[in-house]
T-cell receptor
Framework: DQQVKQNSPSLSVQEGRISILNCDYT??????FLWYKKYPAEGPTFLIS?????DKNEDGRFTVFLNKSAKHLSLHIVPSQPGDSAVYFC??????????FGAGTTVTVRA | DADVTQTPRNRITKTGKRIMLECSQT?????MYWYRQDPGLGLQLIYY???????NKGEISDGYSVSRQAQAKFSLSLESAIPNQTALYFC????????????FGPGTRLLVL
């Protein structure tokens, strides 16, 4: 049973606009959340993370929002650029150093 | 040079064959992991190792075994490959001071006929 779910397999957005990726989780023990980005023929690379004691973390064009009561997090990319076209994985950890991953969302940024 | 390398990058094998996937890292991390990725399922943890003498099963360890030959090397073996082990396999490492963030290799694409 998947504990981390990304219900949108794909997202298409115009260059310069905002991309919003969503992630839901079921395990209330998760206390750390990460987003990874993956290009074809490469491994996932760490993008941004957030601890459960926060509700927002920002790094340049990337912002992650956490809503613990709803067990939901989202990744905002503003503005979207062609190089952002990739698969984005949401991941969560319950302080045991093992990550549970969602199925991924493929983002396509249109020129 | 890449910090986490995997060999081979692509492999085709037949049902019943034994194969080994290798992972090496130059990051000096103690913790290493093996994942597989299937379409629509994300990454699933096969095995993980927190140091050379520590090996732990992950979510889907059946049909797999691992060996931690040194701090820098972590190998995954399929003793008798079967077609449903066709997948993309990733090795990852993590830093003891930042254990939540894992660093991934480029992956090995395995096809079992």
């Amino acid at each position: 049973d998947q504990q981390v779910k990304q219900n949108s397999p794909s997202l298409s957005v115009q260059e310069g606009r905002i991309s919003i990726l969503n992630c839901d989780y079921t395990n209330s023990m998760f206390d750390y959340f990460l987003w990874y980005k993956k290009y074809p023929a490469e491994g996932p690379t760490f993008l941004i993370s957030i601890s459960s004691i926060k509700d927002k973390n920002e790094d340049g064009r990337f912002t992650v929002f956490l809503n613990k009561s709803a067990k939901h997090l989202s990744l905002h990319i503003v503005p979207s650029q062609p190089g952002d076209s990739a698969v984005y994985f949401c991941a969560a950890s319950s302080n045991d150093y093992k990550l549970s991953f969602g199925a991924g969302t493929t983002v396509t940024v249109r020129a | 040079d890449a910090d986490v390398t995997q060999t081979p990058r692509n492999r085709i094998t037949k049902t019943g064959k034994r194969i080994m996937l290798e992972c090496s890292q130059t990051k000096g991390h103690d913790r290493m992991y093996w994942y597989r990725q299937d379409p629509g399922l994300g990454l699933q943890l096969i095995y993980y190792s927190f140091d050379v003498k520590d090996i732990n099963k992950g979510e889907i360890s059946d049909g797999y075994s691992v060996s931690r030959q040194a701090q820098a090397k972590f190998s995954l073996s399929l003793e008798s490959a079967i077609p449903n082990q066709t997948a993309l396999y990733f090795c990852a490492t993590s830093d003891p001071t930042d254990q939540e963030t894992q660093y991934f290799g480029p992956g090995t694409r395995l096809l079992v006929l």
